[in-house]
């Protein structure tokens, strides 16, 4: 899958784990869950009315582009939550929704 | 004991505007959503990165040390409530949110210092993962060490497009365009006002200087015709150069923005009287010289009301402090306010410069395709807001919300907004300031259901 961001310095941090659409990704400690999901992959949440990819837009928290999911159902703003080891988040389909 | 004074926002302006009241022995709540102080500009990185204060502000790394240093020494003489978001006013006070924990805040006055987003003109292609803010490109770099692609293209206008462009130079990636939608003739009617200061001048002068030297290609007096890409991200820019060639640019990211759009919706909360900005080209709160807004005991500073910019904020920070000393009979010198005025002043000249050299291109929403996507939360196109401008006889912005909803999705139009009010008017063939601004409501941002409430 294609990351969108790219990480220019600060590469020396530890890592944290976290499952990502049922699969493990790692990110580093002091990322946001919005800089977690892109450098792994290139999208947080689908548009509600299109069902296409969206990957935020503003990073300050304007924009309400970057809801993601938890697997336990919570949403997080993923550009100003910080990841934490052991995260378990759904960038596509909500489960309890289409069950 | 009286109500405090609550200062929202730890920005520039917040910070100063904090400072100034600690000074006369107050202490205030300070409100801000960041985890961390230091506004949008100034912002700051985890406390686990390492990068030195050079790295991350440039020119300006004093300033935002001093900010910051500031700051930390404040706080044993405020009421620092930092991740907490201010979604709605009630009588007893400020709604408050956080970690899902929902307080009421009283106050007895406020320093409102919101701060800004980018200003943003919607382009076909505009939703699609990599195309961001130039605000956001800015922050991904300053406080995540990231870079938004490995080739974006920065399109828009304003200082900040080669500002950001320069850092992305400097962090080792390498821009493919900067494509700028006003003219080198268009910019040098700002001159005048530009060079009221002469050393922010010569800095934006040397970014594009060593732009080109790298051998970005800039353009200027473009159109943008479309973003390309995927489900996975963009291939390309389509635009057309100022001889009318439609031209492509391959990129992987796209940073847009065109200026700045004031953070004005909890003024509007408090209904604080509003007045339309011709310099800027859109609606803010009315506020006297010193920051007064037209309700008592609310007061506004920096990017907020006037966009002036961060060393501005932090000037009219400090001044709305003063005035709200002055309005309790507390000691203010006659001269703290004259120096303030007057530093504001050539802040005043220099923004104006600005505003002329790098113009909102409004005539741009106005030729948007029918099919555009306007309105990103919901997906309202520019067609359904000119079928509520004619066929459905929607006079004001907010009648057209109501009936095709542009503005209506969970962000409330901070993106869409002005660019929708732009569609509007022009549909309806009339000045963009009488179709009105976007009415707020709250909450001002989406709540968790699941909140408690804290008494």
């Given at each position: 899958m294609t990351a969108l961001f790219r990480r220019v310095d600060e590469t020396g941090r530890r890592g944290v784990r976290l499952v990502v659409d049922g699969y493990e990704v790692t990110a580093l400690e002091g990322d946001t869950v919005l800089t977690a999901l892109l450098t792994n992959g290139s999208r947080l949440r689908r548009n509600e009315f299109d069902g296409k990819p969206r990957a935020g837009f503003c990073l300050m928290g304007a924009c309400q582009e970057c809801w993601v999911w938890t697997e336990s159902g919570e949403e997080l703003r993923a550009c100003s939550t910080d990841v934490r080891d052991g995260m378990r988040l759904v960038t596509?389909?909500?489960?309890?929704?289409?069950? | 004991m009286a109500d405090p004074v609550i200062v929202v926002g730890a920005g520039p302006a917040g910070t100063r505007a904090a400072q100034r009241l600690v000074q006369a022995g107050l202490r205030p709540v300070v409100v801000d959503e960041n985890e961390r102080q230091g506004g949008q500009i100034y912002r700051r990185q985890s406390e686990n990165f390492s990068r030195p204060a050079e790295k991350l502000y440039g020119a300006e790394a004093a300033r935002a040390r001093a900010l910051h240093t500031d700051f930390e020494a404040l706080r044993p003489h405020i009421d620092y409530r930092p991740g907490t978001m201010v979604w709605g006013v009630a009588e007893e006070g400020l709604l408050t949110v956080r970690d899902r924990a929902v307080a009421t805040l009283p106050f007895s006055a406020i320093i409102i210092a919101s701060g800004a987003t980018d200003r943003i003109m919607p382009v076909p292609g505009w939703t699609l993962p990599g195309v961001y803010s130039l605000g956001a490109s800015q922050i991904a770099l300053k406080a995540q060490a990231c870079a938004v692609g490995g080739a974006p293209v920065f399109m828009g206008t304003g200082p900040l497009l080669y500002l950001v462009a320069w850092q992305y130079l400097r962090a080792g990636v390498k821009p493919a365009?900067?494509?700028?939608?006003?003219?080198?003739?268009?910019?040098?009617?700002?001159?005048?006002?530009?060079?009221?200061?002469?050393?922010?001048?010569?800095?934006g002068v040397r970014y594009m200087a060593e732009l080109i030297r790298a051998g970005v290609p800039l353009h200027t007096g473009i159109t943008p015709a479309r973003i390309e890409g995927r489900e996975d991200g963009v291939t390309a820019i389509v635009w057309q150069d100022a001889r009318g060639r439609l031209r492509r640019t391959a990129c992987d990211a796209v940073a847009t923005g065109f200026g700045l759009r004031a953070e004005t919706q909890l003024a509007d909360l408090l209904k604080c009287d509003f007045?339309?900005?011709?310099?800027f080209t859109q609606w803010r709160p009315r506020v006297d010289p010193d920051g007064r807004a037209s309700r008592a005991n609310v007061y506004l500073a920096g990017d907020g009301v006037l966009l002036r910019g961060a060393d501005a904020a932090e000037t009219a920070g400090r001044l709305a402090a003063c005035a709200l000393l002055q309005d309790r009979a507390l000691p203010v010198g006659t001269d703290e306010i004259a120096d303030l005025r007057g530093i504001l002043a050539t802040m005043d000249r220099f923004a104006e410069g600005i505003a002329s050299a790098f113009p909102w291109p409004a005539h741009m929403a106005a030729a948007l395709p029918d099919d555009t996507v306007v309105c990103r939360c919901e997906n309202v196109t520019a067609g359904d807001i000119r079928h509520a401008a004619t066929a459905l006889d929607s006079p004001e912005i907010n009648r057209a919300k109501a009936l095709t909803r542009p503005g209506m999705g969970r962000c409330q139009g901070r993106m869409c907004g002005l660019a929708a009010a732009e569609i509007l008017a022009a549909a309806r063939g009339v000045p963009v300031e009488q179709v009105g601004r976007i009415r707020t409501a709250a909450p001002l941002k989406p709540l968790p259901l699941d909140c408690t409430v804290t008494p």
């Open positions: 596509k389909e909500v489960p309890w929704l289409t069950r | 365009a900067v494509l700028d939608t006003n003219s080198l003739a268009t910019r040098l009617r700002g001159l005048r006002g530009m060079m009221t200061r002469a050393r922010v001048l010569a800095h007045v339309f900005d011709r310099r």
